[in-house]
T-cell receptor, first 113, second 113 residues
Framework: DTGVSQDPRHKITKRGQNVTFRCDPI?????LYWYRQTLGQGPEFLTY????????KSRLLSDRFSAERPKGSFSTLEIQRTEQGDSAMYLC???????????FGPGTRLLVL | AQTVTQSQPEMSVQEAETVTLSCTYD???????LFWYKQPPSRQMILVIR??????QNATENRFSVNFQKAAKSFSLKISDSQLGDAAMYFC??????????FGKGTSLLVTP
């Protein structure tokens, strides 16, 4: 199996712009998670999908954030009207479900100027 | 609130020696899983070891073992025969009912020759 992949690996944008990140999970993993990690902190949960259904969203996921997993395979995370506080590493993870181990991708590092 | 506390921001160990990283957590749930993840500099997070809360026996994976004290809500990681490649951020985490991982702030481990 190839691992979880994320694209792009780095993104620099200006405040107010929209950005979209993509995550490709390990094939046949039906659960997909998004986390955000700021400098010196552990990852914080944003949202997760079971196949194409978005089952849980953190209060951290403001209205400017939206995530999709249209066919139950890859997922996208869009941030609209970016703010400097959105600068962080965005991590994607996938698992076969339930209590199974989550495998992480390399992350997308976002810098909002 | 459900939290994970890693009280050691930084630890140092000499090559071939043993080091223990501490972690305490707080949850009122009875069904949960505990994890230690390793995040090397600029590299993706990988699982080191996991422990099912219903199991009394401490998990081991080669040089890595845990001391799980359920009543005390403590979950420490012991690394034996430390190697230079063990240098990384180590995150303690738990998940309840197969949902998102809740991470601590991490412990930076330095391994000296």
């Amino acid at each position: 199996d190839t691992g979880v992949s994320q694209d792009p690996r780095h993104k620099i944008t200006k405040r107010g712009q929209n950005v979209t990140f993509r995550c490709d999970p390990i094939s046949e993993h039906n659960r997909l998670y998004w986390y955000r990690q700021t400098l010196g902190q552990g990852p914080e949960f944003l949202t997760y999908f079971q196949n194409e259904a978005q089952l849980e969203k953190s209060r951290l996921l403001s209205d400017r954030f939206s995530a999709e997993r249209p066919k139950g395979s890859f997922s996208t995370l869009e941030i609209q009207r970016t703010e400097q506080g959105d600068s962080a590493m965005y991590l994607c993870a996938s698992s076969t479900g339930g209590h199974e181990t989550q495998y992480f991708g390399p992350g997308t590092r976002l810098l909002v100027l | 609130a459900q939290t994970v506390t890693q009280s050691q921001p930084e630890m140092s160990v000499q090559e071939a020696e043993t080091v223990t990283l501490s972690c305490t957590y707080d949850t009122s749930e009875s069904d949960y899983y505990l994890f230690w993840y390793k995040q090397p500099p600029s590299r993706q997070m990988i699982l080191v070891i996991r422990q099912e809360a219903y199991k009394q026996q401490n998990a081991t994976e080669n040089r890595f073992s845990v001391n799980f004290q359920k009543a005390a809500k403590s979950f420490s990681l012991k690394i034996s025969d430390s190697q230079l490649g063990d240098a990384a951020m180590y995150f303690c985490a738990y998940s309840v009912a197969g949902y998102a991982l809740n991470f601590g702030k991490g412990t930076s481990l330095l391994v000296t020759p």
